[in-house]
């Protein structure tokens, strides 16, 4: 037989045999499947979601490389992640760890924080922990995270599952891809090693400054911060008899709404903080005391100064008790529920958005600033508080 008729037969062969797979593998689907063909409604009890763990426990062939707590945990993470919401989250036990290991005073990490933005679906740097491998390596709050290792991260990736796969044992390294936003509006990609070190985090630091003006810098609203802050205002105003009090939130990607309501009671009148609304409509107020600031307040801001940042910078702006300078806030007004689930694992949920005591809203808007300045990243001067300390000046004339 010629060449070309043994092709013949081996084409011939291969269409034969893909022709048998397809109608074999048709029909075990089409039998193992069983009501294929009838139409599902669902019924509201999730009765489709227990058929198929039914079906997993009675024919996947590797039982045992799963239980049956891996299946629901799984199915809840999925289930909130169907939500399209990025600050809402499941966490199994493990992960519950993780996220209370995140508020730590002091961890082992890369040194940044990260947020979702408004406009671009990867996670953004909302700040950078000084002396950090990051630092070092040149990241720049407003950078966005595009991939990890040599895998683009998935739009739909929750912002804890980003945080353990950028944690590791002390000393390891992690590559981590970025983009950077360029003047003209164009996206720049560049990738970095980072080395894994021990993180020591000084949320509160402060100071006198420039002519009796005291500062007080707020990296976050953890557990703890607001009585760091209670302390070094009172230490500012009463035993070094400070002017007036710059409060630094620049980059503060916010925290407890109880840390900062706390920290705002201190310095406002008696009257509103902020209100939020749920999904029925109701509102729930929060209230300070009469006690107040006697003194000038300036608030520095930026685009990352977010969620518990623009409570306590919007009170601020309504009361008319101080300035706020710097760039629009972030805009994020919402506020989620962390509630345990009663095994050791935790649901973290969007159940509400609150307002200013003005009834502004916060959410994907931002607070916009008294008066507004970019800082050059091309000096080593910073622009947005030497304006702070000019406004803190008039103020106190």
């Known amino acids: 037989m010629n060449s070309k008729g043994n092709i013949t037969i081996i084409i011939a062969i291969i269409v034969t045999a893909a022709v048998v797979f397809v109608c074999t593998s048709s029909y075990y689907l089409n039998n193992v499947s069983g009501k294929s063909n009838i139409e599902y409604v669902y019924d509201g009890n999730f009765t489709k979601l227990k058929n198929v763990m039914d079906y997993i426990q009675a024919n996947y062939l590797f039982e045992d490389e799963y239980t049956m707590e891996d299946l629901e945990d799984g199915a809840i993470h999925g289930m909130v992640e169907a939500l399209g919401d990025p600050y809402s989250s499941y966490f199994n036990k493990e992960e519950t760890t993780d996220f209370l290991e995140d508020g730590l005073s002091e961890y082992v990490g890369v ?227 962390f509630s345990g689930l009663g095994d050791g694992t935790y649901i973290k949920l969007t159940i509400a958005e609150y307002f200013s005591p003005n009834g502004t809203k916060i959410n994907k808007v931002g607070v916009i600033p008294d008066v507004e300045i970019k800082d050059d990243e091309n000096t080593q001067e910073d622009e947005q508080l030497q304006k702070a300390i000019e406004v803190m000046n008039e103020l106190c004339k």
């Open 111 to 337: 040194g940044i924080t990260v947020t979702y933005g408004n406009e671009i679906e990867w996670p953004m740097v909302v700040s950078i922990v000084d002396g950090s491998m990051a630092t070092e390596a040149g990241v720049k709050p407003g950078d966005y995270i595009y991939g990890i290792g040599d895998e683009t991260l998935n739009s739909d990736i929750t912002l804890e599952e980003l945080s353990s796969k950028l944690k590791g044992p002390e000393g390891t390294t992690v590559k981590v891809t970025f983009v950077r936003i360029n003047e003209e509006g164009n996206q720049d990609k560049y990738t970095a090693t980072l080395e894994r070190r021990k993180i020591v985090l000084k949320p509160v630091e402060y100071k006198i400054i420039d002519d009796n003006i005291g500062y007080i810098q707020l990296l976050s609203f953890d557990s703890g911060e607001d009585l760091k802050f209670i302390s070094a205002y009172n230490e500012l105003i009463k035993e070094k008899n400070a002017k007036g009090i710059i409060i630094d939130i620049r980059n503060n990607p916010g925290g407890l709404l109880t840390c900062a309501l706390k920290i705002a009671d201190t310095l406002l009148p008696n009257g509103v903080i902020t209100y939020t609304v749920d999904k029925n409509g109701n509102q729930q107020f929060n209230y300070s005391d009469s006690e107040c600031t006697d003194v000038p307040i300036v608030v520095l801001v930026n685009g990352n100064s977010a969620s518990a940042s623009e409570v306590l910078s919007a009170a601020i702006k309504d009361y008319g008790i101080g300035k706020i300078v710097g760039e629009k806030t972030f805009g994020k007004g919402l506020v989620q529920a």
